[in-house]
């Protein structure tokens, strides 16, 4: 199985901060990578799709970038409603795996 | 719009059985792979399974392969988790997700469910 490591865990920003999340996979995986945001007690959101991919109806702020074996997502002005958890996830191999997560907060 | 609705969850001692459901709506299921994720407490997620559009070719997670099984009813617009020999590990929220697969970047999630809670405990 392919594995994928997020760092930080976890962060504290202040809103407009700009965040930086990374995510490193186990192998080569091209651009076969995806971001989602988790909210407690909500469904998680795609937010990139195809390592820098802006799924349609996720603000500009949300920025990937990447390929191969290292990952970005960059939030470049964090807002209030930011302030969840986020999770890389590959796509190259059938069988997905997501990283760890990260948890930003105040 | 895109609904799906998870089902089926509770409480199950552990060896004990369970079969969710996740209805779907808003859009052509049977055009659609579909995927399980779940969630334990205090965890991150995890997939779990995955199952074409037409039921043809299913994927496992290693944890879950040989005490789980996915399966679909296109004609209900109904997927299904059957879940076997249930550990205390398996203990989580269970999502089910619709699959887009693109041919230069493979499967993403766009739609999920809200989630139904599977508790295995004796």
């Known amino acids: 199985d392919i594995q994928m490591t997020q760092s930080p865990s976890s962060l504290s920003a202040f809103v407009g901060d700009r965040v930086t999340i990374t995510c490193r996979a186990s192998?080569?995986?091209?651009?076969?990578l995806n971001w989602y945001q988790h909210k407690p007690g909500k469904a998680p959101e795609l937010l990139i799709y195809a390592a820098s991919s802006l799924q349609s109806g996720v603000p500009s702020r949300f920025s990937g970038s990447g390929s191969g074996t290292d990952f970005t997502l960059t939030i470049s002005s964090l807002q209030p409603e930011d302030f969840a958890t986020y999770y890389c996830?590959?796509?190259?191999?059938?069988?997905?795996?997501f990283g760890g997560g990260t948890r930003v907060e105040i | 719009q895109v609904q799906l609705v998870e089902s089926g969850g509770g409480v199950v001692q552990p060896g004990r059985s369970l079969r969710l459901s996740c209805a779907a709506s808003?859009?052509?299921?049977?055009?659609?792979?579909m995927h399980w994720v779940r969630q334990a407490p205090g965890k991150g997620l995890e997939w779990v399974a995955l199952i074409w559009y037409d039921g043809s070719n299913k994927y496992y997670a290693d944890s879950v392969k040989g005490r789980f099984t996915i399966s679909r009813d296109n004609s209900k617009n109904t997927l299904y988790l059957q879940m076997n020999s249930l550990r205390a590990e398996d203990t989580a929220v269970y999502y089910c997700a619709r699959g887009d697969f693109r041919v230069s970047s493979g499967w993403d999630l766009g739609n999920w469910g809200q989630g139904t809670l599977v508790t295995v405990s004796s």
């Open positions: 192998q080569s995986i091209s651009s076969y």
């Open positions: 996830q590959q796509s190259y191999s059938t069988l997905l795996t």
């Open positions: 808003g859009f052509i299921f049977s055009n659609y792979g």
